[in-house]
């Protein structure tokens, strides 16, 4: 009996733990629409996940008809209002740069 509650209450406090560590993921979206104006992008918004902010930003492209000439980045926990510009984040992934 005792040992199911030891594995209850380490089950809990894992879980809390895993679901502090997603929370924590903050990704911010940027659509470019033609890479050879890297001045002219959109906020895609942000996100909780990457998975998130590339499919947002991947509708932004199509919907804007720019998904053959465009691409978009998705930057984790930046620093606010520096994302498009030095990329004060701690990763950062690009996406259909190369289609």
């Not at 009996?1 to 990704?27: N, P, T, Y």
């Not at 620093?79 to 289609?99: A, D, P």
């Amino acid at each position: 009996m005792i040992m199911k509650r030891v594995h209850i209450i380490s089950f809990v406090i894992l879980a809390l733990s895993l679901a502090g560590c997603s929370a924590d993921e903050r990704w911010e979206g940027q659509v470019f629409p033609d890479r050879t104006k890297l001045l002219m992008h959109r906020n895609a918004g942000t996100y909780g996940t990457l998975e998130e902010c590339e499919s947002a930003s991947m509708k932004i492209l199509t919907s804007m008809d720019a998904v053959e000439k465009g691409y978009y980045e998705c930057g984790k926990n930046c620093e606010k209002g520096s994302f498009s510009y030095n990329m004060n984040c701690e990763e950062k992934v690009l996406g259909n740069y190369y289609k």
